[in-house]
């Protein structure tokens, strides 16, 4: 980094970390599913059965890209389809008790990866950067 940071230096670097954790979680995971699926899992865990346009418009994917990944989930019974009680054109997409354990085994192997990433920074470092994160999330 140059002896005066821009704020192009510091978008850089953050992308630069993002992109190494992602690369190392995907190395360390043994489930063959990616962070996106993660994503959906945990969003239908927080929000129960969804439909599918709703999980799309909520993580801001494509609708074409959520079907390809419902389809993955479902075909590795991580996820459920079910249909509308009332209406059966409207299908729900469900988090199933694989999906459950697959998404604990994803946030544990990632709480511990940024636990042995960060171990790095000192306590203030760390109390900084989340007075830093918290403010950008206030936004």
């Known amino acids: 980094m140059s002896e005066n940071p821009t704020l192009f230096d510091l978008l850089h670097e953050m992308d630069k970390v993002n ?7 995907k190395k360390l995971f043994q489930v063959n599913i990616g962070i996106s699926h993660i994503l ?10 969804s439909r599918p ?6 993580l801001e994917f494509a609708p074409a890209s959520l ?4 389809d993955k989930l479902i075909d590795n019974h991580f996820c459920v389809r079910k249909a ?16 459950l354990d697959v998404l604990e ?3 544990i192997l990632g709480q511990e990866m940024k636990k042995e990433y960060f171990k790095v920074l000192t306590d ?16």
């Open 53 to 58: 346009s709703d999980i799309a418009k909520y």
């Open 40 to 49: 959906v899992l945990s969003y239908l865990k927080e929000n129960g059965p």
């Open 124 to 139: 203030d470092e760390i109390a900084q950067l989340l007075i830093i994160y918290t403010k950008l999330n206030t936004q």
């Open 19 to 25: 992109a190494k954790m992602i690369l190392r979680w």
């Open 105 to 107: 085994q994803a946030t």
């Open 84 to 99: 509308d009680s009332e209406d059966r054109r409207i299908s729900y997409l469900a988090i199933t008790q694989s999906g």
């Open 67 to 70: 079907t390809h990944l419902s």
